[in-house]
């Protein structure tokens, strides 16, 4: 298959472009950055550098493929963010339906079934309702948990204050997932086709934070309590950190919707499925080897 994914050579996009490879697909990836182009070749997959905003480098990158792999940033500009996130969804949809691309992938993520207050994954749930108006075309939402990785912005908290947290108390629970887990997922929805759209889940594991400071602190050999924050404390110090207001704001208000359980609701409504290989006490592993 002549397969074109975006997303660089990130947490996803290096397992995908190594997966996809080794399966003899033709891989085309798409970077905005130059210094990419080598590092891309080198796995074996063709470089194309340009802006995801640039319907026209889209649409040409895009002619001919069998299958295209779409994922959008979650911090689109450090203003007007999630306009500028579906701005690029709308780039992405009018390239397809161009370029005559039959068959999408959109990495999306859990809570993205709902029109607001959910933060940044707002903009997903927008960009699915822009691919649900594409005829003929078959996609595939993948809705990703939250990402395991990301748990690397807190490693300041841990060193400095040694506590984990956030807006949200120690019972509530997470839907998790390592960038691995999601490149396998999206590699097997790519080389099916199936009928119409569809909606799936991909997350790794499903703890509570409690779980997750724990866990965390095994691995680093020391006791890790988990401290839920004000959404106010929350806001300060995201800022304080250097993340511009706006973002902190849409991740506070993620927060919330992860305190009330409406973030997880659908999620859970389907049966929880943790169809993911690499669980917290193995990420753990990964985690503790930044310290």
């Not at 063709?46 to 905003?53: L, M, Q």
């Amino acid at each position: 298959m002549n397969i074109t994914l975006t997303g660089s050579l990130g947490n996803i996009g290096q397992h995908l472009v190594k997966n996809l490879v080794a399966a003899g697909h033709k891989v085309t990836l798409i970077s905005s950055s130059a210094d990419r182009k080598t590092a891309i070749e080198q796995l074996g997959a063709t470089a194309a550098i340009g802006s995801i905003t640039d319907t026209a480098f889209l649409e040409q990158t895009f002619a001919g493929a069998d299958a295209v792999f779409v994922m959008t940033p979650p911090n689109m500009g450090g203003q007007n963010i999630i306009e500028h996130t579906v701005n690029a969804g709308r780039s992405y949809a009018t390239a397809i339906k161009n370029s005559g691309v039959k068959r999408v992938v959109m990495l999306s993520s859990v809570g993205a079934d709902f029109d607001g207050g959910t933060g940044p994954i707002t903009g997903l749930h927008h960009i699915e309702k822009l691919y649900s108006a594409l005829a003929d075309v078959a996609v595939t939402y993948l809705r990703a948990g939250y990402f395991y990785t990301n748990y690397y912005n807190d490693i300041p908290m841990i060193q400095h204050a040694g506590i984990l947290g956030s807006n949200f108390a120690a019972d509530v629970k997470i839907p998790l997932v390592h960038p691995a887990d999601i490149a396998q997922a999206a590699a097997e929805a790519l080389q099916q086709n199936p009928a119409g759209h569809e909606v799936r889940y991909i997350v790794s594991d499903y703890v509570t934070a409690a779980d997750v400071a724990s866990v965390f602190g095994k691995a680093l050999g020391k006791t890790l309590p988990w401290v839920a924050f004000t959404d106010e404390q929350a806001m300060d110090g995201m800022t304080g950190a250097g993340l511009p207001e706006e973002m902190a704001g849409l991740y506070t208000e993620m927060g919330v919707a992860i305190r009330e359980g409406k973030l997880q609701s659908d999620f859970e409504s389907k049966g929880a499925p943790q169809d993911g290989l690499i669980k917290i006490v193995d990420f753990a592993k990964e985690y503790a080897s930044r310290f």
